[in-house]
C-alpha cells in the first residue's frame, strides 16, 4: 500500500531521515518505537507530504505522492492523520468537526455527512457531545474525536503519532480502545507510540528507529523477546 524508496530528510545540515526504504501492506498494523528525536513524527508526516522529503520517493496505492505532479489532497483525504495534540477545530461543534472535510471535497453532501458523523459518534459513545464545543470535552474525548474524524473521510491508512502521549493516564485505555476495534476491523495502520502494550497485543510489525534509519523491525513478539541491536536493547531497557 504504501512504498518508501531511499526517502531522507534534512532540517538545513540536520538529517533527521537517513535513507529509509520501507513497504506497508494492505491490513498491516506498522508500530513505530524509538528514542525522542529519532524521525519518527518526520517518517510519518513524510508520507503524506506534510514533510517534503529532500530525497527519495513515496509511492500509495501505486501513486507516486511524491510526484509534483500528484494531487497531494487527494492523496491526503486517503491517509487519516492522529496527532498527539489533537489538533481540532476549536471554534466548531463536535459534528462540524466531523463533517466539514467530507462535505468541503464534495465526498458527501451535508446531511449524509451528519448522518455520518451521528453513526461514528455512537461508536466512540460520544453521540451526546455532537454539540458541544473542544474546550467543553476531556483530552480522551477530544482524542476518540479526532480518530473519527478522520475516519468520516473513509481512510485507506490512518497515520497515528504519539495518540495518547498528551493524555492524562486515565484516558490512555479509552483511546487505544478505539485503536483496537479499529486494527481488528482490519484498517491498516501506522502507529507511532511508547505504549508496548498496545505494540505487542496490536502491532503485526514494529520497527525501531534511532537516528533517522530504522535499525531493526519485527514482529512484536520477537522484537520484544529477542532485540537483536544494542540500541533497541538499551531502549527496550529504558521502557519496559
Ligand atoms: P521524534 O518524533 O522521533 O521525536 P522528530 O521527527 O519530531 O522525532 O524529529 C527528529 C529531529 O528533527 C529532531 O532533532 C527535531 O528537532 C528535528 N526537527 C523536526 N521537525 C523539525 C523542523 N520543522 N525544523 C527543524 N528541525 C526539525
Ligand atoms: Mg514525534
Same mark, same amino acid.
Given at each position: ?96 468537526n466531523i463533517t466539514l472535510a467530507p462535505v468541503r471535497t464534495g465526498l458527501m453532501k451535508q446531511e449524509e455527512a451528519d448522518e455520518t458523523a451521528a453513526v461514528l459518534l455512537k461508536r466512540v459513545g460520544l453521540l451526546d457531545k455532537a454539540d458541544a464545543y473542544p474546550a467543553q470535552i476531556s483530552g480522551g474525548q477530544k482524542q476518540r474525536i479526532a480518530i473519527v474524524r478522520a ?8 497515520? &497515528? /503519532?504519539? *495518540? ?10 479509552? %483511546? +487505544? ?46 522484537? &520484544? /523477546?529477542? *532485540? ?10 529504558? %521502557? +519496559?
Amino acid at each position: 500500500m504504501i512504498d518508501v524508496k531511499n526517502l531522507s530528510k534534512s532540517f538545513g545540515d540536520h538529517l533527521v531521515l537517513d535513507d529509509l526504504s520501507e513497504h506497508i501492506y494492505p491490513g498491516e498494523k506498522v508500530v513505530v518505537i524509538g528514542p525522542s528525536g529519532s524521525g519518527k513524527s518526520t517518517f510519518l508526516r513524510c508520507l503524506n507530504l506534510l514533510e517534503t522529503p529532500t530525497a527519495g520517493t513515496i509511492t500509495f496505492n501505486g501513486v507516486e505522492v511524491t510526484n509534483t505532479k500528484t494531487n497531494i489532497d487527494q492523496i491526503r483525504q486517503q491517509m487519516g492523520m492522529v496527532f498527539q495534540h489533537f489538533n481540532l477545530f476549536p471554534n466548531m461543534t463536535i459534528r462540524k468537526n466531523i463533517t466539514l472535510a467530507p462535505v468541503r471535497t464534495g465526498l458527501m453532501k451535508q446531511e449524509e455527512a451528519d448522518e455520518t458523523a451521528a453513526v461514528l459518534l455512537k461508536r466512540v459513545g460520544l453521540l451526546d457531545k455532537a454539540d458541544a464545543y473542544p474546550a467543553q470535552i476531556s483530552g480522551g474525548q477530544k482524542q476518540r474525536i479526532a480518530i473519527v474524524r478522520a475516519l468520516a473521510m473513509q481512510p485507506k491508512v490512518m497515520l &497515528f /503519532d504519539e *495518540p495518547t502521549s498528551a493524555l492524562d493516564p486515565e484516558m490512555v485505555g479509552e %483511546v +487505544l480502545d478505539v485503536m483496537k476495534e479499529l486494527a481488528q476491523e482490519g484498517m491498516t495502520m501506522v502507529v507511532v507510540t511508547h505504549e508496548m502494550g498496545f505494540a505487542k497485543e496490536v502491532g503485526s510489525r514494529v520497527l525501531f528507529m534511532d537516528s533517522g534509519k530504522i535499525l531493526e523491525q519485527n514482529t512484536p513478539q520477537e522484537f &520484544f /523477546d529477542h *532485540p537483536q541491536n544494542p540500541r533497541t536493547r538499551t531502549f527496550l531497557s529504558k %521502557v +519496559l
